[in-house]
């Protein structure tokens, strides 16, 4: 017969897979007594969960939703996950929402270390390897799959926690692209628009690289331990804001920014500026200061507000917009492509 703790554990595994138990079923499966079996229900019942008792010819018992919040059992990766869940909400959420936000990340340091303090030593081990860093600026872009193996990610924390180089296959674009063998010396996991990122230095191409984590096939064994680099700009989250903005890592402004007034009110324009700086230029005009990676980009960016725009500067961003316009025009001009209507083309 097991330990009276090691059995209610195990009672307690079985009512979470969320169906109904006879008294008969429970003590045929945990080698007990049916007299057992209640006696270690009215246990449990005394540490907080709710344990209904199911009607019917052979009776049985479900766990049920309390109004207090008992012990929870979980496996392993239920609990890694669970701490790399908390830890990217722990560092994105102040950035990302405020006062508000710094409360949640509160939480979410507090519910991190009790979780923390209650695994056993290789879970601890685990967790304390990774180290994630949450860039929090925009909304997650279309598409993101956030959803990446958690024995990955907890690989990868631990090569970067001993400073060890890393060999993988990597896949930069669609999965019809041939993966390449990547060398680097990995800093760095983050998090930015709802995807993973690994920042590292490539070793064969001698610079700073971001990878998604999603194609990263890692290579066993790892290389030799390396002296680690100092990142350019030395902080995590402006170096990849400022790589995704086109920069070299040591500024996080756009390479193009440019300053426009569009003939809208500021509270419309205001909910789709993204990061750009909306000032009221009275009830119908607004002026809006925006960047992007180049002037072409910018400029069209601004012409999706879909209204009168007059440019305040630079002179770039003008010669931008002059061009796009005779673009538009080239294209207005060229003959109309067929139309499809109904399955039939006309």
């Not at 064969?204 to 990878?211: I, K, V």
Request: a neutral charge.
């Amino acid at each position: 017969m097991h330990k009276t703790s090691s059995r209610l554990l195990a009672l307690l595994s079985l009512l979470q897979t969320h169906r109904d138990w006879s008294g008969e079923d429970l003590a045929e499966r945990l080698a007990i007594t049916s007299r057992t079996v209640r006696r270690d229900i009215d246990r449990l019942r005394e540490l907080g969960y709710l344990i209904t008792t199911v009607k019917g010819p052979a009776g049985g018992y479900r766990l049920a939703a309390g109004a207090h919040l008992p012990p929870m059992l979980f496996d392993d990766d239920q609990a890694v996950a669970l701490a790399v869940a908390l830890q990217t909400a722990a560092t994105g959420t102040t950035a990302a929402s405020g006062t508000a936000g710094t409360a949640v990340a509160e939480d979410a340091i507090r519910a991190l270390v009790t979780l923390r303090q209650v695994m056993p030593p290789r879970l601890r081990h685990r967790i304390d390897l990774l180290r994630l860093t949450t860039v929090a600026v925009q909304p997650p872009a279309a598409g993101a799959d956030p959803q990446v193996d958690a024995q990955l990610l907890t690989d990868l924390g631990r090569v970067i926690h001993a400073r060890e180089e890393l060999r993988f296959d990597y896949a930069p674009g669609p999965a019809t692209a041939p993966d390449s063998l990547r060398r680097v010396q990995p800093h760095s996991l983050v998090t930015w628009r709802g995807r993973w990122y690994l920042v590292a230095w490539d070793l064969d191409r001698e610079d700073w690289r971001t990878f998604r984590a999603d194609r990263i096939r890692p290579r066993t064994p790892t290389g030799p331990r390396f002296a680690p680099r100092e990142l350019p700009g030395g902080n995590v989250s402006a170096f990849v804001i400022s790589r995704f903005r086109g920069n070299d890592g040591t500024t996080t402004d756009w390479p193009c920014q440019g300053e426009v007034v569009l003939h809208l009110p500021a509270a419309d324009v205001a909910p789709f500026a993204q990061d750009g700086i909306v000032e009221e230029r009275g009830p119908h005009h607004c002026r809006l200061t925006l960047g992007s990676w180049s002037w072409t980009g910018l400029a069209a960016a601004i012409g999706r507000f879909d209204t009168e725009v007059e440019v305040i500067g630079p002179p770039q961003l003008a010669t931008a917009f002059a061009d796009l316009a005779a673009r538009y025009a080239r294209a207005a001009r060229a003959p109309h492509a067929p139309r499809v209507t109904g399955g039939a083309v006309e």
